[in-house]
């Protein structure tokens, strides 16, 4: 793998061997100069060799552990989605009729309604009955004119051409800026004949259309109109409200999202005097789809960490496990992210049954959620879910459900001698906290937060920025001469959690996977470089060889010849 960051850092080694400018002449004796040479220098390339296997490793741990922040990155982006209450709550709405439709949204209360409606909001629609129009085209007027209706009590004039048809005239009125989000033209036929028709934009009884100059069009009054639709409000109850008889809610549209929070009804029809039913209830089956992704994006982060640190069984036949890595990073990492799965939510407390206090839900597997233990499963070591359990826990208090895995600053106080005013988010560590305060002449004289000095303004407290509490705001409740204590617990659900330490663990500055991912890169330029040394003096070792033996081979050769001219001479002599 290059590394681009570190290039400017690492060295660009080209042979200088002159090895292959030299030819060796051979000796009778068989002698392969060459061959020692390239003995010698493999021999002598045990380190480069070491440090390119150190080299590959490096490169390999920096791509595994790029993946690994951006898998991190993204889980921390998908946690945030998911760390607030009102974000991990889904809902739904049942109706006992068609008479009207209703859109949930977030932040609406489970709860049970009913609903009369009396009439629809109308708009205004006026139709000239008494004046026929042959065709689209028929010209209806003669010279250049113009006309004026009123909308709401605002006049709107549009000019007219000489020779404009009843279609251009309707076609102008709904492309004019004037006219647009007010009044709209049509032609209406009858099966013989065409009518001009003017409605409103709106419905509600203000909205009400005024003929009041057509002398610009032949032949055609205000005369010929008639108020076929009447602009009017919608009238409805809700729960018995209004109590009489003949008094209602009224609504300028059938859009109604202001009679339940968070909660947009649409009327169809009108209903009886016992009207019709709309229950807003949570989607449990949605909320159970916000657990999975929960559960998968954590398992892929699992499972990743499993494969490149060798965690994996051996028999799961896993094909992605050839690179492993033996850091202790990484095994913080692991434990770190297994600690907060498997422990109890922050600021959460145990539920004691005898008693009724603390959370219902204050664990994982308290909902169904467990690690898969079994040696050998595909899913070893991972999240799974035990859905009649979940199912279950949702069913009793799908509220405690969602505070276990989206809790966000909630807080408890443990008795009413302390009350929380507020807390900030961000700023104010979930946890539990001791505080106590002392009241003397009436007044509190002092307090404290885990043993650390709060700051105090009459009958309220502050946690400073010297504790993990810092932004806490407290209201002492005591004003007999004393000394009051309480503990005092905020909560913060598993998204959340997950979602912070991701966010410490990828952190460019303090990271402890960036500061890897930079002690990697610094650890494959070293080695590089040393490569590069390595191939420096492997190349000079080779050029000195190679001049060496040459001259060796240079010098028996030498002697070869004067053996074999004494052995001529000799045997001449003979």
Request: glycine share 6%; with cysteine.
């Amino acid at each position: 793998m290059a590394i681009s960051s570190l290039s400017s850092d690492v060295l660009s080694y080209s042979s200088t061997s002159t090895s292959g400018a030299v030819n060796f002449q051979g000796l009778g004796n068989g002698t392969d100069f060459e061959q020692i040479i390239d003995v010698t220098i493999e021999a002598e390339s045990y380190k480069k060799e070491q440090y390119e296997n150190d080299l590959e490793y490096s490169e390999n741990a920096v791509e595994v552990l790029t993946t690994l922040d951006e898998e991190l990155i993204a889980l921390s982006v998908t946690m945030q989605g998911m760390d607030e209450v009102e974000e991990f709550y889904s809902y739904t709405g049942s109706i006992s009729g068609d008479e009207l439709s209703a859109i949930v949204e977030d932040g609406a209360e489970p709860s049970t309604h009913n609903v009369v409606i009396e009439q629809l909001a109308k708009r205004d629609t006026w139709v000239a009955e008494d004046y026929d129009i042959g065709s689209y085209d028929t010209e209806i007027c003669t010279a250049d004119s113009s006309i004026t209706l009123a909308y709401a009590g605002e006049d709107i004039t549009l000019d007219i051409s000489a020779g404009t048809t009843a279609e251009e005239l309707v076609s102008k009125i709904n492309s004019s800026s004037s006219f647009d989000d007010k009044v709209e033209a049509s032609l209406v036929f009858d099966g013989t004949n065409y009518h001009l028709s003017f409605s409103g934009a709106d419905t509600g009884a203000d909205n009400v259309i005024e003929i009041k100059d057509l002398s610009g069009l032949d032949s055609i009054a205000a005369a010929d109109f008639t108020n076929t639709q009447q602009a009017q409000n919608a009238y409805l109850k809700i729960d018995g409200y209004p109590s009489a008889v003949d008094e209602w809610l009224e609504r300028e549209s059938n859009t109604v999202d202001d009679l339940i929070s968070d909660v947009t009804l649409t009327l169809n029809s009108t209903t009886d005097e016992d009207g019709i039913e709309v229950g807003i209830s949570y989607d449990t089956e949605s909320m159970i789809e916000k657990v999975e992704t929960f559960i998968t994006e954590i398992n892929q982060i699992i499972y990743d960490i499993q494969s490149v640190t060798g965690r994996l069984d051996s028999s799961s036949n896993d094909e992605d496990t050839s690179f492993r890595m033996n850091d202790s990073t990484l095994d913080l990492l692991y434990n770190q992210l297994k600690s907060v799965l498997s422990s109890i939510g922050q600021g959460f407390q145990r539920y004691d049954s005898d008693t009724g206090t603390g959370d219902m839900y204050s664990s994982l597997s308290m909902v169904g959620i467990s690690t898969d233990s079994e040696q050998g499963s595909a899913t070893f070591g991972q999240l799974v879910i035990d859905y009649d359990e979940l199912n279950d826990a949702l069913t009793e208090s799908p509220e405690n459900v969602a505070e276990l895995f989206a809790a966000s600053g909630e807080a408890l106080s443990s008795n009413s001698s302390l009350e929380i005013i507020s807390s900030i988010s961000g700023l104010t560590n979930a946890g539990e906290y001791d505080v106590e305060y002392e009241v003397s002449g009436g007044v509190i004289v002092s307090a404290t937060i885990d043993g650390v000095d709060m700051l105090i303004d009459g009958n309220t407290m502050l946690a400073g920025s010297d504790s993990n509490a810092n932004g806490l705001y407290l209201d002492g409740t005591e004003s007999a001469d004393g000394v009051y204590s309480a503990t005092i617990s905020i909560k913060q659900g598993k998204a959340g959690e997950i979602a912070d330490l991701c966010s410490e663990l990828t952190d460019v500055e303090t990271g402890s996977i960036p500061l890897l991912i930079s002690s990697y890169e610094s650890s494959c330029t070293n080695f590089e470089n040393e490569i590069y040394d390595e191939s420096a003096r492997l190349d000079t070792l080779e050029t000195d060889l190679t001049r060496k033996y040459a001259a060796l081979d240079a010098m028996l050769s030498y002697y070869s010849n004067i053996e074999s001219q004494l052995d001529s001479s000799l045997a001449n002599l003979e």
